[in-house]
């Protein structure tokens, strides 16, 4: 039968975030979804692992805020939200701590109360630290046997520099010398009312909002860190790492940009999107369709506080890997060379506006596209500048684009296999 | 509470839908009751090759893909042991573009030699990717082999030997197509802002008219009694020693199913649960402890699964897992324990439903096990459950000769 017409949405209406000022000068956003019976409340706290000043005290800190507080164990912590069924969730990048708590609206109430100890009350007892870091420690070590794992430590290394707040890594070794009062210490420094904001979300009537708020009100003020900038990155092109015994190869290949802020960052999602962000992509199509090379090949634009880059990644057979290297490197002179077929790019732009739409469907998503615009600095109406950015970018504009950022010397390349 | 209405089409084709009025996406779900169970032993890993083979164009639309990106489309599949899914979830809007590309690789596949050789490649790859270089990749495989000895759940659906997958013929996966991709042998689910009588009218312009050829139900082999405790040791080049317990339960339509689950529940639902608290935490002998259920269609698995910290002997971790099942057979659980996972039973039924996918998934599924109804029923019926069930469920299940126990030991 014949293929149906088709309806591209050239708008996305989104929710505006309310935004209220707690009485310490913490920000709360509000997205109010009345018709969904849940609650979703997050902390964003600028205490990543750039902040750390001792091996693995971010991610500890923020992996430990139930562990126990001044009122309760973290068994009882981890009973009382069990027992109404809600959770929470810890994730943890270079800038940012975030921790998000859902729950039943129906039992938001005891839900708070145990929110108010994990988030205000914490105390990092030194048996739970032990017992966190024993377990750290292995799993990050069988991690580490992973070619994948390998090749993302070492393409931090390569784009920013070995040393570089981020591009470093720690031996697993480190997790020995971790303590209770390294995290204590990071605790006090960066969990401040100055170093937060609250994102909430699903039915906020005015009783949720003021419980919410109390919690918030009561973060310690502190004075606001002078923004020292970061040091400068040490980019090193080629790492060749052996490891033995891989079946596969674990590739990464990718450059230093800018963050997403800058006029470009959205034209070069389009790109990245175009060469590997997608199932059919060019990697895809090439690496996988053609070549059977991989099982999955990807390619992305990844946001920092204070840069960004661009980032591709594949693990192929161990016999095809310099065949494969070839490869990739063929699609990103084309992007250089040719310029793109408008029925693709069209493709692109429309897969990029169905993600959105996705993301945006339901109070959680809608929640973090709103975390993600604040920490840039923009309001939600950036949603509806994002999509038409991405409508208007045109072949000559990405060719001129690649042409500028993709050159052969600038790129990254990172292979983690058994070359013998 | 998920509303829905059923029809059967004419072709046999099953075909149910919701009505959700808050989304501005669409769910379309059609769900295979084909999956690495309907395998011959000896050409293991098919059910999972020809998911990938779905997406390799029709005589009618050579490229399955695009399409539905044009349509601000997202789509994907799994296979497993007892079924196969595929799934899009795009704008309400273009909805018909989805059942367009459904009802034509139902029956209109283009299954050439070449495409069949490329997919081969692809999935060797993501064998080797997922099972052979990755610490413990096959640790679930030698667990399957060990509790079952007849029943096909003995393979996992990635295959036995990446060698299955190579020597696959074109004319076994035809037959394969022929005898499983049928009108009858599926079911279409949908969620969305439409009425169910109106997305049956679409079903039926483009399903409508696809013929069907009827096979006998598959005959699968039934799993004897275990009657003997089972045991394998292997040596891997990995970190850290892990060790599981399998026992056999009941189907996915016994008591024992819900009996299984809030076991699994009570012993490692949340960072509650005792084999956190009491293994983890108090007493330190492992780095990560799981219990859970396999919860498939046929009489599945209720496993036990810890990584040990390098200080436990494998001795003390096995026997940590028997204390606890003596705890669970000797005592009753708490009103207050039991609440607590009844609660959480609840909650997280409540959040699965929060979108179109999940809710058109689902349907689909229940209706695959054969009780539909059952979708609102489970909270229910988990919530009827005593601390007495689990006492006797613990005392049948957990009997050392109903036991298969893999010791996955690091060098």
């Known amino acids: ?420 | 509470m998920i509303t829905y209405h059923k029809k059967t089409l004419s072709n046999g084709l099953t075909v149910i839908a919701n009505h959700d009025t808050t989304s501005r996406m669409a769910a379309v779900n059609i769900l295979y009751k084909v999956g690495a169970r309907n395998e011959n032993p000896n050409r293991t890993g098919l059910a999972h090759l020809f998911e990938h083979l779905m997406f390799r164009g029709t005589h009618q639309i050579p490229d399955f893909d695009t399409p539905i990106q044009m349509a601000c489309g997202e789509n994907n599949a799994f296979t497993n042991n007892d079924y196969t899914d595929f799934y899009i979830t795009l704008p309400l809007a273009n909805i018909e573009t989805a059942l367009w590309l459904e009802s034509d690789r139902m029956r209109g596949l283009n299954l050439s030699e070449e495409a069949c050789k490329i997919e081969k490649r692809v999935v060797i790859e993501e064998f080797r990717q997922r099972y052979l270089n990755q610490p413990y990749g096959d640790a679930n495989m030698l667990l399957r082999a060990l509790a079952y000895k007849v029943h096909p759940y003995r393979w996992a659906t990635i295959g036995i030997s990446p060698e299955h997958i190579e020597q696959a013929s074109i004319e076994e996966i035809r037959n394969f197509y022929d005898r499983f991709y049928q009108p009858s042998n599926a079911i279409l689910s949908f969620s969305g802002d439409m009425e169910a009588e109106e997305f049956f009218t679409l079903a039926e312009k483009w399903f409508g008219s696809i013929p069907n050829t009827s096979h006998p139900a598959a005959e699968i082999p039934a799993e004897p009694a275990q009657c003997e405790a089972r045991r394998q040791v292997v040596e891997r080049d990995v970190p850290a020693t892990t060790i599981s317990i399998a026992f056999k339960m009941g189907n996915r339509l016994s008591a024992d199913f819900f009996l299984g689950d809030i076991t699994s529940d009570i012993l490692a639902g949340g960072d509650s649960a005792r084999l956190y608290e009491h293994l983890i935490k108090n007493k330190r002998l492992f780095a990560s402890v799981n219990a859970y259920i396999t919860g498939d269609v046929d009489c599945g698995l209720f496993v036990f699964t810890g990584q040990l910290l390098p200080t436990t002997t494998e001795e003390q971790a096995e026997q940590a897992f028997w204390d606890e099942i003596e705890e669970l057979q000797h005592n009753f659980v708490s009103e207050y324990e039991l609440e607590k996972v009844k609660n959480k039973f609840e909650a997280n039924t409540l959040f699965g439903e929060l979108n179109v996918m999940n809710k058109a998934m689902n349907l689909g599924y229940y209706e695959m096990i054969g009780d539909l109804p059952l979708i609102n029923r489970e909270v229910e019926t988990y919530r009827s459950l005593s601390a007495a069930d689990i006492a006797s469920f613990a005392e049948r299940i957990f009997r050392k000769e109903n036991s298969s126990t893999l010791i996955y030991r690091a060098k």
């Open chain 1, 1 to 420: 039968m014949k293929q149906p017409p088709l309806t591209i949405p050239s708008t996305i209406d989104v929710r505006a975030a309310e935004k209220h000022c707690a009485s310490n000068g913490t920000n709360i956003y509000v997205i109010n979804c009345p018709e969904y019976e849940v609650v979703r409340l997050s902390f964003v706290f600028h205490a990543g692992t750039i902040t750390q000043q001792h091996p693995f005290t971010a991610s500890a800190t923020a992996n430990m805020l139930a562990e126990g507080s001044a009122a309760l164990s973290s068994q009882q912590i981890a009973e009382r939200l069990d027992y109404f069924g809600s959770y929470f969730d810890i994730n943890i990048d270079r800038d940012y701590a975030y921790i998000t708590f859902c729950s039943l609206s129906k039992f938001f109430e005891p839900t708070a109360d145990v929110i108010e100890e994990v988030i205000l009350h914490p105390t990092f007892p030194a048996e739970e630290v032990a017992t966190y870091s024993a377990k750290r420690r292995q799993q990050l070590s069988i991690e580490r046997r992973k070619v994948e794992t390998i090749a993302r430590e070492k393409f931090a290394h390569a784009i920013f520099g070995a040393s570089h707040p981020y591009g470093i890594s720690y031996s697993e070794d480190m997790y020995d010398s971790l303590s209770r009062e390294h995290i204590v210490k990071h605790y006090q420094r960066c969990y401040t009312a100055q170093r937060c904001i609250v994102v909430c979300s699903g039915n906020i009537n005015n009783k949720v909002l003021e419980r919410i708020t109390s919690i918030a009100e009561q973060l310690p003020t502190a004075e606001a860190d002078t923004d020292l900038g970061i040091p400068s990155f040490d980019t090193t092109h080629t790492i060749r790492h052996q490891h033995d015994g891989a079946v596969q190869s674990s590739v990464r290949m990718g450059r230093l940009l800018f963050p997403r802020t800058h006029e470009d960052f959205i034209p070069m999602q389009v790109l990245s999107t175009l060469l590997g962000g997608y199932f059919g992509s060019r990697l895809m199509q090439n690496l996988r369709e053609r070549n059977g090379y991989t099982y999955g090949a990807f390619c992305a634009m990844v946001n920092f506080q204070h840069t960004g880059y661009l980032a591709l990644a594949t693990q192929v057979g161990k016999e095809v890997t310099d065949d494969a290297l070839q490869e990739i490197a063929y699609e990103i002179e084309r992007l250089r060379t040719e310029p793109i077929p408008q029925e693709e790019l069209d493709l692109v732009k429309n897969i990029m506006a169905g993600e959105l739409m996705r993301i945006l469907d339901g109070p959680f998503g809608i929640a973090d596209v709103t975390t993600e615009n604040i920490l840039c600095g923009f309001d939600n109406s950036h949603i509806q500048t994002h999509l038409q950015r991405i409508r208007q970018t045109t072949p000559e504009q990405l060719q001129a684009l690649a042409k500028k950022y993709l050159q052969p010397q600038d790129l990254v390349t990172v292979v983690v296999g058994d070359f013998k």
